[in-house]
């Protein structure tokens, strides 16, 4: 893209705007919110061709019956929506379970690096009058429903009195709800106004014991004691949710429970209408709190510039998320944001930047950031919200090991595998530096840069790219060839042959390929100075993926320091980058069976370990020669190799170590997937790549309707495997579908 492309792309992206209903029309200006009418119902007044095509991209329905999220394999069978970066999420209740109506499900709260629901619906309002509770649902069927930016809920309690409730976000830490109630009836109403709501209690201790709930003179809290369970549930004691109303309200608690009302009855005219505005925060520190009153202050005082302004912002991300998709897959383009924004984390803790997490349905996913998922999701975040692309990246580079470092100055350059809201010196077991992951990180800044045009960004990332080269070649490449390894650093964990063959596989991102088995003869070496110093460890073999990698990066190098006017500098990456092709291309590609794989280190392929998605990659990098993707391209094609019923399982259908269910043994996974598409489209096979394509978003279960996009997918069936509102595959559905 252009400097001009990417100005009309913005200009044209600027003119459409979201309506609180959430469709996109062609104005200047933000459409009023829908108000229920005088029976009840919503009634979305259509401005002339609107399409109310994004409502529901997910169902958001559910109810938890524990605290504790995580079905058997540790995933959240309810799906929540977050914005902002938030640490607490909500979901809808079920219209077939009455008594989860009136609030919104939760909230999903972060025990600093693990999800909890803190209730089954924490803020639920109930109206009575004459001293007896209306029914929420005495009109009829609510509709619950998820609109970009916000959930809704409308309902009719008859005789023209109706209710609405909305959840969207006015900051980092905070939600703001309001309840819109109209009588549209022709006789006065006089109704009275509470909500309600009881904590959804660990099963045991310590945990159990660490929610306690308080009245406060606008509302209530819930503080949280210390408790340092490392697997399982991190609190410092200085955690507060709080529900702060900007009525005059009255609040007891009862145990577990609580009640706020209003101060005093509401009278309703006949035709008349009263909103009720409350925010939901939750902090981890008494700073956060301090920053966060002055928005909380302002979601009160002023809910329509703050509903407007989210209803803006929205309508700019799926604006620019689906310019140029075709109409059949735009609700996947938006289902893709609202993926990657649910798992958006604002700066806390020891995560200094904003950045993406891989999943807030898994458990072991919510509450930190690895490194090649950042560079994959930032460029398909880059698409819609660049800012949020680059401090992404940013989060991951604000670890980078420094020369200076007293740990690893071994490791200068380095970008470790993933950090956490905890580092091992504040009580984490999931931060790891034991390793790194595949080097995508200047792709992901140059695609930052095509879609924000941020120079500034460029030139602060430059010199920390280059390092990170660097590193590569300083500590993985064992016999000094210009082909590196992956491999393990120095560090506690890796204490025996073993934990540093795991080590290195898990660098590789592809944690369990049958190119890295034992049994199959994977094993690592060290690799030291001339003086003898252990800088770390190496597999004893080149892996192609790697190796194309790095040459994609220094291209993209190459582009940077031409867009900074470094022209020296430029030719010399440009340079490199053609040996790091030639290498590849010359030592790691196999004439026999038309394929690239890993070799030894003395240059003999690895062909009986079987064919593996990594042989492609040399397409998407532009290193494979002419014939060299023909060759590739017929095994892509080929049924029986890697067009699979779902398209691009990462190893290959014909291999003994085939398992279409298997982590990285034979499911496919969307960003492999990509890196295909695109090589074939590289090389001129696009018809192919479109066909490719089509069988990949029919086949993959979920990615049409409104459940969740996967982590992976069963190659043989199309089923969704293991995690779910999976982030590097939101992110990279972007691209593919544009």
Same mark, same amino acid.
């Given at each position: 893209?252009?400097?001009?492309?990417?100005?009309?792309?913005?200009?044209?992206?600027?003119?459409?705007?979201?309506?609180?209903?959430?469709?996109?029309?062609?104005?200047?200006?933000?459409?009023?919110a829908?108000?229920?009418?005088?029976?009840?119902?919503?009634?979305?007044?259509?401005?002339?061709?609107?399409?109310?095509?994004?409502?529901?991209?997910?169902?958001?329905?559910?109810?938890?019956?524990?605290?504790?999220?995580?079905?058997?394999?540790?995933?959240?069978?309810?799906?929540?929506?977050?914005?902002?970066?938030?640490w607490?999420?909500?979901?809808?209740?079920?219209a077939?379970?009455?008594?989860?109506?009136?609030?919104?499900?939760?909230?999903?709260y972060?025990?600093?690096?693990?999800?909890?629901?803190?209730?089954?619906?924490?803020?639920?309002v109930?109206?009575t009058?004459?001293g007896?509770?209306?029914?929420?649902t005495?009109?009829?069927?609510?509709?619950?429903?998820?609109?970009?930016?916000?959930l809704?809920?409308?309902?009719r309690?008859g005789?023209?009195?109706?209710?609405?409730?909305?959840?969207?976000y006015?900051?980092?830490?905070?939600?703001l709800?309001?309840a819109?109630l109209?009588?549209?009836?022709h006789?006065?109403?006089?109704v009275?106004?509470?909500?309600?709501?009881?904590?959804?209690?660990?099963a045991?201790?310590?945990?159990?014991?660490?929610?306690?709930?308080? &009245?406060?003179?606008?509302?209530?809290?819930?503080?949280?004691?210390?408790?340092?369970e490392?697997s399982?549930?991190?609190?410092?004691?200085?955690?507060?949710?709080?529900v702060?109303?900007?009525?005059?309200?009255?609040?007891?608690?009862?145990?577990?429970?609580?009640?706020?009302?209003?101060a005093?009855?509401?009278?309703?005219?006949?035709g008349? &209408?009263?909103?009720?505005?409350?925010?939901?925060?939750?902090? @981890?520190?008494? &700073?956060?709190?301090?920053?966060?009153?002055?928005?909380?202050?302002?979601?009160?005082a002023?809910p329509d510039?703050v509903? /407007?302004?989210?209803?803006?912002?929205?309508?700019?991300?799926?604006?620019?998320?689906?310019?140029?998709?075709?109409a059949?897959?735009?609700?996947?383009?938006?289902?893709?944001?609202?993926?990657?924004?649910?798992?958006?984390?604002?700066?806390?803790?020891?995560?200094?930047?904003?950045?993406?997490?891989?999943?807030?349905?898994?458990?072991?996913f919510?509450?930190?950031?690895?490194?090649?998922?950042?560079?994959?999701?930032?460029?398909?975040? /880059?698409? @819609?919200?660049?800012?949020?692309?680059?401090?992404?990246?940013?989060?991951?580079?604000?670890?980078?090991?420094?020369?200076?470092?007293?740990?690893?100055?071994?490791?200068?350059?380095?970008?470790p595998?993933?950090?956490?809201?905890?580092d091992?010196?504040t009580?984490?077991?999931?931060?790891?530096?034991?390793?790194?992951?595949?080097?995508?990180?200047a792709?992901?800044?140059?695609?930052?840069?095509?879609?924000?045009?941020?120079?500034?960004?460029?030139?602060?990332?430059?010199?920390k790219?280059a390092? !990170?080269?660097a590193?590569?070649?300083r500590?993985r490449?064992?016999?000094?060839?210009g082909?590196?390894?992956?491999?393990?650093?120095?560090?506690?964990?890796?204490?025996?042959?073993?934990?540093?063959?795991?080590?290195?596989?898990?660098?590789?991102?592809?944690?369990?390929?049958?190119?890295?088995?034992?049994e199959?003869?994977?094993?690592?070496?060290?690799?030291?100075?001339?003086?003898?110093?252990l800088?770390?460890?190496?597999?004893?073999?080149?892996?192609?993926?790697?190796n194309?990698?790095?040459? /994609?990066?220094?291209d993209?190098l190459?582009?940077?320091?031409?867009?900074?006017?470094?022209?020296g500098e430029?030719?010399h990456?440009?340079?490199?980058?053609?040996?790091?092709?030639?290498?590849?291309?010359n030592?790691?590609?196999?004439?026999?069976?038309?394929?690239?794989?890993?070799?030894?280190l003395?240059?003999?392929?690895?062909?009986?370990?079987?064919?593996?998605?990594?042989?492609?990659?040399?397409?998407?990098?532009?290193t494979?020669?002419a014939?060299?993707?023909?060759?590739?391209?017929?095994?892509?094609v080929?049924?029986?190799?890697?067009?699979? @019923?779902?398209? @691009?399982?990462?190893?290959?259908?014909?291999?003994?170590?085939?398992?279409?269910?298997?982590?990285w043994?034979?499911?496919?996974?969307l960003?492999?997937?990509?890196? &295909?598409?695109?090589?074939?489209?590289?090389?001129?096979?696009?018809?192919?790549?479109?066909?490719?394509?089509?069988?990949?978003?029919?086949?993959?279960?979920?990615?049409?309707g409104?459940?969740?996009?996967?982590?992976? !997918?069963?190659?043989?069936?199309?089923?969704?495997?293991?995690s779910?509102?999976f982030?590097?595959?939101?992110?990279?559905l972007?691209?593919?579908? /544009?």
């Open positions: 893209m252009t400097e001009l492309d990417r100005r009309r792309f913005i200009s044209a992206a600027s003119t459409l705007t979201l309506t609180a209903a959430g469709a996109l029309t062609a104005t200047a200006g933000t459409a009023a829908a108000e229920p009418s005088a029976t009840g119902h919503s009634e979305e007044h259509h401005a002339p061709g609107r399409a109310d095509e994004f409502a529901d991209l997910l169902d958001l329905g559910g109810v938890p019956a524990v605290a504790l999220p995580g079905d058997a394999a540790d995933n959240n069978p309810v799906n929540v929506f977050a914005d902002l970066g938030a607490h999420a909500y979901a809808l209740p079920r077939d379970r009455p008594a989860s109506l009136g609030g919104f499900t939760g909230p999903l972060l025990a600093q690096e693990y999800p909890w629901w803190l209730s089954a619906g924490f803020s639920r109930r109206l009058e004459h007896k509770e209306l029914s929420l005495g009109g009829g069927a609510p509709r619950l429903t998820s609109l970009p930016g916000l809704r809920q409308s309902y309690l005789e023209g009195l109706s209710l609405r409730l909305e959840l969207r006015a900051s980092r830490r905070t939600a709800v309001r819109l109209v009588n549209g009836g006789t006065a109403r006089t009275s106004v509470s909500w309600a709501g009881e904590l959804l209690r660990p045991t201790g310590p945990q159990r014991d660490a929610p306690s709930l308080h &009245a406060t003179d606008r509302g209530v809290a819930v503080g949280f004691a210390r408790v340092r490392a399982d549930y991190l609190t410092d004691g200085t955690e507060r949710f709080e702060t109303h900007r009525d005059r309200v009255r609040t007891t608690v009862h145990g577990d429970g609580y009640r706020t009302e209003l005093a009855p509401l009278t309703l005219a006949p008349a &209408a009263h909103t009720l505005d409350w925010a939901e925060s939750y902090t @981890f520190t008494a &700073a956060e709190r301090a920053r966060d009153a002055a928005a909380v202050r302002r979601a009160l002023a510039t509903a /407007a302004e989210g209803e803006a912002r929205w309508a700019g991300y799926l604006a620019r998320a689906t310019h140029g998709v075709a059949g897959h735009r609700r996947l383009a938006a289902k893709s944001v609202q993926t990657l924004i649910t798992n958006w984390r604002s700066a806390a803790g020891k995560i200094l930047h904003d950045g993406v997490t891989p999943s807030l349905s898994y458990k072991w919510a509450g930190g950031m690895w490194a090649w998922d950042t560079w994959k999701q930032a460029v398909g975040t /880059a698409r @819609f919200a660049p800012g949020l692309g680059a401090d992404q990246i940013r989060a991951m580079f604000d670890y980078q090991v420094r020369p200076d470092s007293t740990d690893r100055p071994q490791d200068a350059g380095m970008i595998d993933c950090v956490f809201y905890n091992p010196s009580g984490g077991t999931n931060w790891n530096e034991r390793n790194s992951k595949p080097p995508l990180a792709w992901a800044v140059m695609e930052v840069y095509r879609y924000g045009g941020d120079r500034a960004f460029l030139r602060e990332m430059y010199p790219l390092a !990170y080269q590193w590569w070649y500590n490449d064992h016999n000094g060839n082909l590196a390894e992956y491999g393990a650093t120095v560090d506690p964990a890796n204490d025996s042959a073993e934990q540093r063959r795991l080590a290195a596989c898990w660098e590789s991102g592809m944690d369990n390929a049958p190119r890295f088995d034992a199959l003869g994977a094993a690592t070496t060290g690799n030291r100075t001339r003086d003898g110093h800088l770390g460890y190496s597999l004893q073999q080149e892996s192609v993926d790697l194309a990698y790095l040459a /994609a990066d220094q993209h190459a582009e940077i320091a031409e867009v900074l006017g470094m022209r430029a030719a990456w440009r340079a490199r980058a053609a040996r790091s092709h030639r290498s590849v291309r030592r790691m590609y196999d004439q026999a069976t038309g394929w690239f794989y890993d070799t030894t003395d240059g003999e392929p690895l062909t009986t370990r079987g064919r593996g998605i990594e042989g492609a990659i040399p397409l998407w990098t532009g494979a020669s014939g060299q993707a023909r060759a590739v391209r017929r095994k892509l080929d049924q029986a190799e890697f067009a699979t @019923f779902v398209p @691009f399982p990462v190893t290959a259908k014909s291999s003994p170590h085939y398992d279409p269910t298997a982590y043994r034979g499911t496919v996974w960003d492999q997937a990509y890196f &295909a598409l695109e090589g074939l489209r590289r090389y001129g096979y696009a018809a192919d790549a479109r066909a490719l394509a089509d069988r990949l978003m029919s086949h993959a279960a979920g990615l049409t409104n459940a969740p996009i996967g982590e992976n !997918y069963d190659s043989a069936t199309g089923r969704r495997l293991n779910t509102n982030s590097w595959s939101a992110a990279l972007l691209p593919l579908l /544009a």
